[in-house]
């Protein structure tokens, strides 16, 4: 067929118009930092073509990947992952999505995401493989960590809860939270933060670590949980509040992070070992009081004794036929109540000080305790001919704590002075027992003037099972120690290894309410 003129500079317009569209293409394929490649549709997936950005992806020039199977480039992991329909594959209107490890010329593997699509003919037949693909290495790398990050927080011990900064409504609740705080039936959440705190926690602790966290980023501090029903069995707290804002939009606080701990575990094995050492405290004051047997022996029969004698002339005055009058037999009734009184008050001590009793918190001045404790070993001391000198704070300081337990611990400290003159030669014998009060403490000292102890003995002296004593266990400083410090106070001795020793513990006048030692 002959053309016109006319039609022949038209098909020649078009084909230049063909040439300078597919010129175009080239360049936009050229110049996009995406590479763009074509593959034969074979197994092997070879490179027929590919854009220059293959060398800023893959490190290879265009000439040297043009031919080369590109399946053998695959991460071994990642080359099968379109026949298996791996969860990075992704297909929609006839394109697939594959994200994967690619083998860079250096012998490291990047991650690529390519979208492909498989150019047909008119029999449906593959003739080729289009791909576009990306460099996304960041960005998994960033999805990994966050998908590591995201197991800690959901296998973390600690309770981690997500709180919308309007509402207080918990958006997320990992693992550890789930478990203590429950949640619906289906797995939804519907929990509001402030449900979860008492009214004055709320409006005291709560709202002022929200508004803490708000302005600096972060809150530490204690805030006791009010669990639900079902789970207020547990203990739990709020330890830490991070605040996450728009650093964009004025700092505006997008959500709350709100970290938690289960106690539950940590209060039981805090009660279990209450338990233990009242126990060891029990069973301390049950051998001191073995030890003093003879000594308060001797104290109760003094009144016993003396309720026998008045008892006796009252009688033998009567039987002789001598006269009594009321106001005698008065006298006499007084003088055995008050001997009898005596002895009851002995009873009463030896009992409350042996039996066993749970922590008790009161308050009592430190000063009778130091009385007290002393008239206890009174006879002891006598025995030893010591004389117990007292130099007491002039204000009668009062401590809040266990006064048995303070008073067992007196009681320990004034037995070793005594003892301390046991193979002394001393003729003047003294234990002075002082206190002090000092910015918001109390302190309380014990000294004798024996031989004092060695510094060898000394570094030891609080250790379990420590003794110089032939028949003692060792074990009455060690329970002193652990009495003080567990109400916030020290204990600790000195001595010039020569010239006496001297026992010092030193107490908060009072501590939490909360606090148990």
Known sequence: MTLTAAQHDKLLAELDESRREAQ???????????????HTPS?????????????????????????????????????????????????????YTNVYRYR???GHY???????????????????IICVSRDVTQREQAQRANRRLARVVES??????????????????????????????????????????????????????????AQHGCWYGSI?????????????????????????????????SIIGRDITLKRRAEDAARRQQLELAHMSRLLSVGEMATGLAHEINQPLAAILNYCRGTLRRAEDGKDLSL??????????????KRAAEIIKRIRSYVKRTEYQRIEFPINDSCQDVAGFLRQEASDNRIEFIFDLAAEDPSLTADR????????????????????????????????????????????????????????????????????????GLAISRTIIESHGGQLWAQSDGHSGTVFKFRLPVSRHQDQWP
């Open 156 to 213: 973390s011990s600690d309770m981690i809860m997500f709180c919308s900064p309007d509402t207080l409504a918990l958006t997320y609740l990992n693992e550890a939270a789930s478990s203590t705080l429950g949640s619906g039936p289906d797995g939804t959440i519907a929990l509001n933060l402030r449900e979860l705190v008492d009214a004055h926690s709320y409006s005291t602790l709560l709202l002022a670590g929200l508004e803490h966290a």
């Open 327 to 340: 106001a005698q037999a008065l006298h006499a009734m007084q003088l055995i109540g008050g001997q009898a």
């Open 43 to 95: 197994s092997e997936w070879t490179y027929v073509d590919v854009s220059p950005a293959v060398e800023r992806l893959l490190g290879y020039k265009t000439s040297e990947i043009i031919g080369t199977p590109g399946y053998d480039l695959f991460h071994p992991d990642d080359a099968d992952n379109l026949i298996k329909r791996a969860e990075s594959v992704s297909y929609r209107g006839g394109l």
């Open 110 to 128: 990047v991650w690529l995401e390519t979208t492909s699509r498989t150019i047909r003919d008119d029999s449906g037949d593959p003739i080729e």
């Open 104 to 106: 860079h010329k250096e």
């Open 404 to 475: 048995i337990q303070i008073e067992q611990v007196l009681l320990n400290l004034i037995r070793n002075a005594i003892e301390a003159y046991s193979d002394c030669e001393q003729t003047l014998r003294t234990v002075t027992i002082s206190s002090r009060c000092d910015q918001g403490h109390i302190e309380v000292t014990i000294t004798d003037c024996a031989k004092g102890v060695s510094a060898e003995a000394l570094s030891q002296l609080f250790d379990a099972f420590f003794t110089s004593k032939p028949s003692g266990l060792g074990m």
């Open 24 to 38: 175009r293409y080239r360049l936009l394929a050229e110049q996009s930092t995406d590479m763009i490649s074509r």
């Open 224 to 256: 006791a949980l009010q669990l639900p029903a079902g789970k207020d069995s547990r203990i739990a707290e709020i330890r830490e509040i991070i605040a996450h804002c728009n650093h964009v939009e004025n700092r505006r606080v997008e959500y709350y």
